[in-house]
């Protein structure tokens, strides 16, 4: 039988800062969240494709926006704009960005 537990952002397990954002990561065995603060201007193709290469971001993400916006953009052009309070599910082969002039903070179960 699985055991209950939990964890807090205030004291993450890890924090990675790239290019333009900060991720606090709580891990529970194999799994992990993160809390992601994308800062204005962020965006996947600018910021994170030099570092981890491809053309579009490959991971699927399932979060919850927790203040300001986001954009994703699939291959085919397909976009989605979110915001605060809204959950997302984001399939892998796209680029993201924030929108407008406030930090988008996303909590991200998809890792």
Same mark, same amino acid.
């Given at each position: 039988m699985a055991? /209950?537990?939990? &964890?807090?952002?205030? #004291?993450? !397990?890890? &924090? &990675?800062?790239?290019?333009?954002?900060? /991720? !606090?990561?709580?891990?529970?065995?194999?799994? /992990?969240? #993160? &809390?992601?603060?994308?800062?204005?201007?962020?965006?996947?193709t600018t910021h994170a494709k030099p570092v981890i290469g491809g053309e579009l971001c490959q991971m699927n993400h399932y979060g919850y926006c927790i203040s300001g916006h986001m954009v994703a953009q699939m291959a085919d052009g397909t976009r989605m704009e979110f915001g605060p309070g809204e959950v997302a599910m984001i399939p892998a082969g796209h680029d993201g960005w924030v929108e407008g002039d406030e930090p988008c903070v996303f909590v991200d179960f998809g890792m």
């Open positions: 055991s /209950m537990a939990k &964890r807090t952002f205030n #004291a993450p !397990d890890e &924090r &990675r800062t790239p290019p333009g954002a900060t /991720m !606090d990561i709580v891990r529970f065995g194999d799994k /992990m969240v #993160a &809390r992601v603060t994308y800062q204005p201007g962020w965006r996947w």
